[in-house]
Structures are given as C-alpha cells and as structure tokens.
C-alpha cells in the first residue's frame, strides 16, 4: 500500500486540477450512521425508510407537516438533521482540507448532507444531495443557512416568500440543476479526481467518474480510496485503488504530499482550518526556489503589507506572511 500511497501523492503534486469525490465512507469514521449497511438507520429501521420515500411529496403538499416531521415534533422520528450537526470531522476530513489549502485540490464534491468537510476547513464544497446546514427555495433556488432561521414558525419562508425546505435532497426530489450542472463541468475540467469513501452506484453522481473516463486515459487520472473494490475497480474505470479506510489512508498521503513539496512531515491532527495550524512549525520550511519568490516579492514591494518579513517561516502565521504560495495549510 506504501507504493500506492506515494504514486497517489506524486499524482497529486503532478496534477494542475485536482478534484475530490466523497461519500459515506468518509463519514462513517466520524460516526455519521450509514442507511444502508448492517446496522443502518433504514436497515434497523424499515419505517424510517417508508417516512423518507414520502419525504420530498410531504413538502410538496403540506409543508408545515415536512417540517413538523423533521423537526421531531410529530410522528416517531427523531431531530435527526439538528443531531447530525453536531458529529465532528475525522482526520480523512481534516487530510482532504490540508490538500485544498495546499493548492492541489481545487473542488470538493461530496454526496454527504452532514457539513463535515466544511467544519475540517475545506472552502470549495459542492453538495450534490444538499446538506443540514441549509435551507433551500424550490421556487427561486436560494439557499439560506439553517442558523438565519429560528425554526419556531413553520415553514419557514424564503424572501419570495415561498416555504423553505431543508437543502438535503430527498427521493424523488431532483439534484438541484446548478450543482448538477457544476459537478459535471468539473469532471470535464479536472486532470486528477480522487474518489473516496463511496462505492459509486448512486445515479447520478455515479456517472461523475465515466464523464472524465470518457475523456480518454491519458486526460485524467482517477484514482479510489475505499474499503473495497467498487463498480469503478472492476470497469476500470479508476486507474488504481487504494484499498483502506479513507481516515487512514489520506493523512499518509498528505504526510507524503508534504515530503515531495519540500517540507517536513506535517502532522495531518486537528487541522480546522479555523485557526493557525499548530502543526506549521520550522520544520515546515518552504523551498528554497519559493523563498527566493517570496524575497522577490519582499524586495518588490517592500512596503507592502505581508511582504516585509524575512522568508524563513518560524511559525504558521509568519510563513503565511512571507509565502503566498507556501500559505499555512490551515488557510491561517
Ligand atoms: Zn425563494
């Protein structure tokens, strides 16, 4: 798996568009139940998985008893959605952040609802199936944060006045278009897509992988990280997989990305994003090649602010200062 983990780094470190595909798998390691596997909710369950058929027409006809529903103020389900929103990022979250905010991934594209990626410090998230955190108009497609919305009067109601449902997407409820339309054109514009945590059966986003497949094999590199071989090994659609749990796997690769981009081994651990990244120590130097960028761009603009340090990071917070390439992975 060694090998595998470091072709996939000089992969990355290679690519000029890099995009990552998520799902389940990811989100398992945080906690986040599965539906479908032994012990998922519709498993354990088979009325939840009746309710949630109906879920999409509820709204459609009533929906104050949609959100009455979800909310657990009626019937027998639980405040599902708001329980969810206090499950924590795992480190496959905190690995594919790092890879962001080292300029190698451009755009996350995640089939899961529970805004994980996004409290692990990744920006650019595209939500294929919606997610907890927003609250979405059928009639004019904006979308609201849950939290601008203090859920006591039912249906909360968009500007145009229409009710809001929950962005998650139900059955039989249509992947909103602007997201299907923008999944797509990455697939058609990414030259790595590194698929994870997800078996890819789910149509449409599925047919993500076979949209850069068809673009021929020397266009793309798809490479999986997953528990198991899926449709995507066995078609060939991917070029290799590595075979292993997604929390696993990722920090080893942005351990190895960091080793081929000239620093330290960057420990991968609680990197939120959301501060400075404790971890960005002297052992993260950049290269000499970027510290003779940064003092170009010292001496260019001396007075600039940002600039006027000397190129020899002793901390995160410096080096974003005296990098604008070698920004703190935290983003800080
Ligand atoms: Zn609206």
Known sequence: MQNLI????????????????????????????DFRGPKG???????????AYQRYERFLNDPKAYWEE??????TSSNFYQEMRKVEP????????????????????????????????????????????????????SRFSVDDYSLEKLPPLCRCGRPLKYDVVHFK??????????????AMKCDLMLICGTSAVVYPFAAL??????????????????????PLTHQGISDYLIQGKTGEVLPLVVDEVGRLMGWGRPNTQACTGLSPCPQFSESHRPDTAAEKRSSTLAANHPKAPGFGVSASPSSCLIGARASVRFRCPSGG
């Open 70 to 75: 979800m909310l657990g103020t009626v019937g």
């Open 209 to 230: 992988p076979a949209i850069a497949r068809n673009r021929g094999r020397s266009g793309v590199r798809i490479i999986e990280v997953n528990a198991e071989p899926t």
């Open 90 to 141: 795992n480190p496959g979250h905190y690995a594919i952040a790092r890879l962001e905010h080292l300029g190698i991934v451009k755009q996350t594209i995640t089939q899961n609802i529970d805004g994980l990626h996004e409290k692990a410090g990744t920006r650019n998230v595209m939500h294929y199936h919606g997610t907890v955190e927003k609250l979405r108009c059928l009639s004019c497609g």
């Open 6 to 33: 470091r072709q996939l780094a000089a992969d990355m470190v290679a690519s000029r568009y890099a995009i990552v595909l998520t799902g389940a798998g990811v989100s398992t390691e945080s906690g986040v139940p």
């Open 173 to 186: 409820e249509p992947i909103p278009s602007d997201i299907m339309d923008a999944a797509e054109s990455e």
């Open 41 to 51: 909710i519709w498993t354990t369950n088979p009325q939840a998985e009746a309710q």
